[in-house]
């Protein structure tokens, strides 16, 4: 089930008009905010389905680039969003695409700084609540509501014990993972693991130390 209360369907606290199309595409702009890891100098933000048709009046345009600021969903800068981001010299583009999608409410959001990028795709599902689909090419699915580790690593035996074990031993539970890798690079693949309690950023550093693990970066 995607909701579990009325208050899923009604939504988080935001700055309008729309869960879907206002909250839903600030936490996705968030999203990759938090995936890039900075702030990016250039970002190229991708509508399809609904979102094309109508993210100029429903307010995802300033909500995705509030998102990609920091800003949370009631941050009452948002209406300003797009003057923010110009202030601060990051070029924006636009891309209304035509292309079907399984899913209406569809963003595909590219950062970058010049020598860094990263790539997220996200559906808003309703109710300010979302489903990332694709980061860095990786399919995948996360809601990103928990506090979450994103790990990039080689695909070889062990690899994900390694983590899980590592993580137990730090009294971390795991509360969901995924995994995925692309067809053009299967030595490579990717680690979503969702736990139950926040994120202590001293574990990075030894699950950095471990031999198969490429890149990992911290999610809420």
Same mark, same amino acid.
């Given at each position: 089930m995607k909701y579990k209360s009325a208050f899923d369907i009604i939504g988080p606290i @935001?700055? #309008?008009? +729309?869960?879907?199309?206002?909250?839903?595409?600030?936490?996705?702009?968030?999203?990759?905010?938090?995936?890039?890891? =900075?702030?990016?100098? %250039?970002?190229?933000? +991708?509508?399809? #389905?609904?979102?094309?048709?109508?993210? =100029?009046?429903?307010?995802? *345009?300033?909500?995705?680039?509030?998102?990609?600021?920091?800003?949370?969903? *009631?941050d009452e800068r948002i209406p300003q969003a797009i003057q923010h981001a110009e202030a601060l010299g990051i070029k924006l583009t636009f891309i209304e695409e035509d292309e079907d999608t399984d899913h209406p409410n569809t963003v595909k959001i590219y950062l970058s700084d010049g020598c860094d990028s990263a790539e997220v795709v996200g559906i808003s599902i309703g109710g300010g609540k979302?489903?990332?689909? %694709?980061?860095?090419?990786?399919? $995948? +699915?996360?809601?990103? +509501? !928990?506090?979450?580790?994103?790990?990039?690593? %080689?695909?070889?035996?062990g690899a994900i014990a390694a983590v899980s074990? $590592?993580?137990?031993? !730090? !009294?971390? !539970?795991?509360?969901? @993972?995924? &995994?995925?890798? =692309?067809? &053009?690079?299967? =030595?490579?693949?990717? @680690?979503?693991? %969702?736990? *139950?309690e926040q994120i202590n950023p001293d574990i990075l550093e030894p699950l950095k130390k471990l031999s198969h693990v490429i890149q990992i970066e911290m999610i809420g």
């Open positions: @935001m700055v #309008g008009p +729309s869960s879907s199309h206002t909250a839903g595409a600030a936490r996705i702009g968030l999203f990759a905010r938090r995936i890039f890891g =900075k702030q990016p100098t %250039e970002a190229t933000i +991708s509508l399809y #389905g609904s979102f094309a048709k109508t993210y =100029k009046g429903h307010g995802t *345009d300033v909500a995705t680039v509030g998102g990609i600021l920091n800003f949370d969903t *009631d979302t489903e990332i689909i %694709e980061i860095n090419g990786f399919p $995948l +699915s996360i809601a990103g +509501s !928990n506090p979450a580790l994103f790990i990039i690593h %080689e695909n070889r035996h074990t $590592l993580l137990a031993e !730090n !009294n971390y !539970n795991i509360s969901r @993972m995924s &995994s995925s890798r =692309k067809s &053009s690079d299967p =030595k490579t693949a990717v @680690m979503i693991i %969702e736990l *139950d």
